[in-house]
């Protein structure tokens, strides 16, 4: 599995405190090391969706899709962003490094740590662009609550700047593991 670009940066404090980090705060997740692309249009493996109908998504959107091999078993878990084209990581772990350092921020303060960062707050299911010295990022809404859960995706060479931003305004560090619980 490729080592994230941003595994420097994190350094994790066992999986109940950064459970307590993001039920109470604003805890970071580094995704980097998972499998993710940028298409310019909506790649036709993901057109085959059978839980959403990607067609029909509006540009900056996001959404998560299942898709299903013929004898009806999941083949793949992703996350679809619109936005100028179609952003996709992927609930596996790459082979190398991507070209984009991807975090989630989950927590109260998540909302509101981005908006700090970003100087907007992305709702659920809506995905907006972000200059960031001349360079793309991305910021998706996600989770059951508004303002809950921020996922980013940034150009890897500035992930680390823009996560010690995140970092700045409260965000704190938190394992792998701990995601994986939140998510189940």
């Known amino acids: 599995m490729a080592q994230s670009p941003l595994s420097e940066l994190f350094s994790s404090d066992g999986l109940v405190a950064d459970l307590v980090k993001a039920h109470e705060s604003a805890a970071v997740f580094d995704l980097s090391h ?7 249009t909506m790649p ?3 057109e085959s969706a059978v839980t959403r109908d990607v067609d029909s998504l ?4 996001c959404t998560e899709a299942l898709i299903l091999n013929e004898d009806g078993t999941l083949a793949e878990h992703v996350d679809l962003w619109i936005d100028e084209g179609v952003f996709t990581y992927h609930h596996r772990p790459a ?26 707050m992305p709702t ?14 991305l910021a998706a809404g996600n989770g059951p609550r508004y303002g809950t859960s921020v996922t980013l995706a940034t150009p890897a060479e500035v992930g680390a700047e823009v996560l010690r931003s995140v970092l700045a305004e409260g965000g704190e560090v938190a394992g792998n593991e701990a995601f994986t619980a939140l998510r189940t």
Request: charged content about 15%; overall charge negative; aromatic content about 12%.
């Open 95 to 120: 082979s190398e490094p991507g070209s984009h350092a991807i975090f989630a921020v989950v927590g109260p303060k998540a909302g509101s740590t981005i908006g700090a960062v970003l100087g907007d």
């Open 58 to 61: 509006a540009e900056s959107s």
């Open 124 to 137: 659920t299911g809506e995905v907006f662009r972000a200059d960031w010295n001349g360079l793309p990022v």
């Open 44 to 46: 036709e493996e993901f």
């Open 34 to 40: 998972w499998a993710h692309t940028w298409h310019p």
